[in-house]
């Protein structure tokens, strides 16, 4: 006499197999994790070898504001170095007037207010007819 029924056995084996496959998920995800964070590392070595100290610092300021920012400049330094145009650290004098080059040469950002029009009274309360 089996302790389980052939349903029950059934459910146990799929069971085990979700169970499986959510370990082996998981591990994936950490390894993924773990090259994300090996690769920031790697990248953050570069920066400060490319850069100066007052360069870095200044960097890490813009990054504190507009993270986004700090990820295109820490690209356009990185392809810069890569492909040699670097033949010194970067100062920062030259850091300024990379950052406006990207500010000047991005799309302007810009501030639309859109003010109702007086004619518009369909969510006003008419109080008169109370």
Do not use: C, F, H, Y
Not at 24 to 37: G, T
Not at 48 to 53: A, D, F, T
Not at 62 to 88: C, F, H, N, Y
Not at 92 to 97: E, G, I, P, Y
Request: without cysteine.
């Amino acid at each position: 006499m089996s302790g389980l029924g052939a349903g029950e056995e059934e459910r146990a084996k799929q069971m085990a197999g979700m169970q499986m496959q959510q370990d082996s998920d998981m591990q994936e995800m950490a390894e993924r994790q773990k090259q994300v964070q090996e690769m920031q590392e790697k990248k953050r070595v570069m920066i400060r070898q490319i850069l100066e100290p007052e360069a870095l610092e200044r960097l890490s300021r813009v990054g504190m504001v507009k993270p986004e920012k700090k990820e295109q400049a820490e690209m356009m330094l990185l392809q810069m170095a890569q492909s040699g145009r670097l033949t010194e650290k970067v100062t920062d004098a030259a850091l300024q007037q990379m950052m406006e080059k990207m500010v000047s040469s991005g799309a302007a950002t810009s501030v639309t207010i859109q003010r109702k029009r007086r004619d518009d009274d369909d969510d006003d309360i008419d109080l008169d007819n109370l």
